[in-house]
C-alpha cells in the first residue's frame, strides 16, 4: 500500500515535471537598453540566475547612451508593432508616452509593489495602469576631488558662486604647475535630455521653478530662471571646456575619471566606476549635493531613473513579465547596487549591511533621490519630449551665445503656450 502511494507519487511528479517543461519552453527574451559605464556587462552578469532558473536566454541589444536618440528608435519601433523587442529599458519620464504599447503589469507585480517606493511605482503607472517596472532610480551628485580641494585650502561649494570660484582657483594654480589638461568643471551640455536635467537644477536652485509646474502652467519665462542660464554660460570656455557643449554623461565622466577635472556633475553609477582599483583618481574624490544659489534658495537634483516595461507585441510575454520581474526584484538591485552604484528602489536595501559597506554613496543618496524634482512629464503628458527639447534648444542657444537667456526664454515660453494649446 505504502509502496504503491509512493509509485503513484513519482508518477505525478514525473508527469507535472513533463507537463511543465512542454508548457514552459525555453524562450529568447530580447531586450533594448542604452547604457552608460558597465551597464550591459551588470545586465548580463545580473540575469544568470533567470537565465538557470527558467531555461530561457536573454540577447541584449545595447542602443545609444543617449536617452533622447533611444527614445526616438523605440518610438519608431513600437509605432511599426515591432515583435522582435520583447522588453524596454525605460526612462522614468516616458511612461505617459508610451503607455499604450506597453503591457500592464499591475497583476503580475502585485506582490512585488509594495517593496517599492510608492512615488516611483507610481511614475510607472498610466491611467491605473503599471506599464513599466523599476529597476533603480537615479539622482545627481557633485562629485568633487578632496585631494585638490584640501591642496588649495578650499572647501566643498555650497552655491554656484563658490563652485564657480573654486573650479577657477584651483584650475589656474594647476595648470600653472604644469596640469595642463585640468578643467573645473564638467557637465553634460549637449543638446538631449542630459541638459534638461542639467538646467532644471540650475533654474530650480536659482528659486526659477520647474520649467511647466504640477497644475501644467508655464513658469519658465522669469527673472530667475534667465539668471540661472546666464551664469552657466559663464563656465563655457573658463572652468568648463567648450566642448562641454557636446558632452553627455560618458564624456563628462571620461574627463573626470582621467584626473582631469576638480568637479563633476553626474549620476551615482560613476561613483562606482571612480572607485574601481584601475581609476585613477581611486580614493581621491568624494559627492556632495549639487551647489544652491546661496541664502532662501535649496540644491535641486533632477529626479531620474530607469525601468523595464514589456512590448505588447512581444511574442513571449509571460517569459518577458518574469524577467522585468525579475530585474526589479530585490536581489538583482542589490546585486546592481554593489556592482555599480545604482540607487535602488526597493526601500529595504537602503538598510542592507552589504550595500552601506561597499557603497557608502547609496544611503547617503536615500534623501537627495527622494526630495529630487521630477521634470514636468506628467503634466505635459504625450507632449513631455517636444516640451523637453524645446527647453534644451533654448537653453543650448543660451550656453552657444545665440542670444541671451532672456530673449530665449521669451521665445520658449511662446512655443510652449503654442503646444500647449487649451490644455496639455
Ligand atoms: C540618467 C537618468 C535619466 C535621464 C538621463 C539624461 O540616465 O537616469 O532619467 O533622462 O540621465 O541623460
Redesign the pocket.
Known amino acids: 500500500m505504502r509502496l504503491m502511494f509512493k509509485q503513484t507519487l513519482a508518477l505525478g511528479t514525473l508527469v507535472t515535471t513533463l507537463l511543465a517543461a512542454s508548457v514552459a519552453q525555453a524562450v529568447e527574451i530580447n531586450i533594448v537598453l542604452?547604457s552608460?559605464g558597465k551597464d550591459v556587462e551588470v545586465l548580463k552578469e545580473l540575469i544568470k540566475p533567470w537565465e538557470k532558473e527558467t531555461g530561457n536566454t536573454l540577447n541584449v541589444v545595447p542602443m545609444p547612451s543617449?536617452?533622447?536618440d533611444q527614445f526616438a528608435q523605440y518610438r519608431l519601433w513600437l509605432a511599426a508593432g515591432n515583435a522582435d523587442v520583447d522588453v524596454y529599458q525605460t526612462?522614468?519620464?516616458w511612461a505617459p508616452q508610451l503607455s499604450d504599447q506597453l503591457l500592464d503589469l499591475t497583476d503580475a507585480a502585485k506582490d512585488i509593489v509594495k517593496e517599492h517606493f510608492p512615488s516611483i511605482i507610481e511614475s510607472q503607472t498610466v491611467n491605473g495602469k503599471l506599464i513599466a517596472l523599476p529597476i533603480?532610480?537615479?539622482a545627481p551628485a557633485l562629485y568633487y576631488r578632496k585631494d585638490l580641494l584640501e591642496k588649495h585650502g578650499a572647501s566643498v561649494p555650497k552655491t554656484w558662486a563658490e563652485l564657480t570660484e573654486t573650479a577657477k582657483k584651483i584650475q589656474d594654480a594647476e595648470r600653472a604647475a604644469g596640469s595642463k589638461d585640468l578643467w573645473g568643471y564638467v557637465w553634460?551640455g549637449n543638446a538631449?535630455?542630459?541638459l534638461?536635467?542639467n538646467a532644471l537644477e540650475w533654474v530650480k536652485s536659482h528659486g526659477g521653478g520647474q520649467v511647466i509646474e504640477a497644475d501644467g502652467t508655464i513658469s519658465i519665462n522669469n527673472d530667475k530662471a534667465a539668471a540661472a542660464l546666464e551664469q552657466a554660460k559663464t563656465w563655457v570656455n573658463s572652468i568648463s571646456p567648450e566642448g562641454v557643449l557636446s558632452y553627455?554623461?560618458e564624456e563628462a565622466r571620461g574627463v573626470w575619471q582621467t584626473g582631469n577635472a576638480v568637479f563633476m556633475r553626474n549620476?551615482p553609477?560613476a561613483y562606482s566606476l571612480g572607485s574601481a582599483d584601475e581609476s585613477p583618481i581611486k580614493g581621491k574624490f568624494d559627492v556632495a549635493p549639487l551647489p544652491s544659489a546661496g541664502e532662501g534658495t535649496s540644491s535641486a537634483a533632477?529626479?531620474?531613473?530607469?525601468n523595464v516595461a514589456v512590448s505588447k507585441y512581444s511574442k513571449n510575454p509571460e517569459a518577458a513579465i518574469s524577467l522585468v520581474k525579475f530585474l526589479a526584484s530585490a536581489p538583482s538591485q542589490k546585486q546592481r547596487a554593489l556592482l555599480s552604484s545604482q540607487l535602488p528602489t526597493v526601500m529595504a536595501l537602503y538598510d542592507d549591511e552589504d550595500i552601506k559597506a561597499q557603497q557608502p554613496l547609496i544611503p547617503r543618496w536615500k534623501d537627495v533621490f527622494l526630495q529630487a524634482v521630477p521634470?514636468p512629464s506628467a503634466p505635459t503628458k504625450s507632449k513631455y519630449n517636444e516640451v523637453s527639447s524645446k527647453f534644451w534648444s533654448a537653453v543650448h542657444d543660451t550656453l552657444s551665445g545665440k542670444g541671451s537667456a532672456k530673449e530665449n526664454l521669451e521665445v520658449l515660453e511662446a512655443e510652449l503656450t503654442d503646444l500647449k494649446g487649451n490644455a496639455w
Open positions: 542604452g552608460v543617449s536617452a533622447t526612462d522614468v519620464i533603480f532610480t537615479d553634460q538631449y535630455e542630459g534638461t536635467c553627455k554623461e549620476w553609477y533632477t529626479l531620474g531613473g530607469w521634470r
